[in-house]
């Protein structure tokens, strides 16, 4: 059985430009799902390509529009909608617009949400940095997920995008 989540299970952290609010832990539930609220500035990409190996991740906008990179694919999520950007799938996703992003992202199951929290010690990692990118790795490992982390020069001058 969950227990009650504490005001120590909750967070509120930026990661880079990434804002990360845990809103429902996943300990307050039977489902083992948890919420999550992101911010992301005008023109900036929110993460690496990466995947998940545990979990989907849906993403509903509350202001703004988030456009996804999933496997070969790109497309425009606005205010009102939801995305699914599910397990094994490389993908990433920025804000393209002129306004601030923010959204709901529902992790099932929820332990992912709790990454946030860890990998703000650490984010954005500096590659040349060996112990915070051994840091990084270990926590990405513990989750299930990988980061291509070279992927970012090339989406952001791809894109017009900031990090």
């Not at 832990?25 to 489902?31: H, V």
């Not at 996804?68 to 397990?87: F, Q, S, Y």
Request: proline share 6%.
């Amino acid at each position: 059985m969950s227990s009650q989540t504490t005001p120590s299970d909750k967070y509120d952290v930026d990661l880079g430009e990434l804002g990360a609010k845990l809103e429902i832990a996943r300990t307050e539930n039977e489902a083992d799902v948890a919420i999550v609220e992101h911010t992301l500035p005008p023109h900036t990409l929110a993460a690496p390509l990466h995947r998940h190996s545990r979990e989907d991740e849906i993403s509903y906008v509350l202001e703004g529009e988030m456009t996804v990179l999933a496997g070969d694919e790109i497309w425009t999520v606005p205010a009102d909608e939801a995305t699914v950007k599910g397990r094994n799938v490389w993908h990433t996703f920025w804000n393209a617009s002129d306004e601030p992003l923010r959204f709901l992202e529902i992790i099932a199951p929820g332990e992912f949400s709790e990454f946030f929290m860890e990998i703000s010690q650490v984010y954005p990692v500096d590659p040349a940095d060996e112990e915070a990118l051994a840091r990084f790795e270990e926590i990405c490992e513990r989750y299930g997920f990988e980061a291509d982390l070279e992927s970012v020069p090339k989406l952001c001058e791809e894109h017009g995008l900031q990090i």
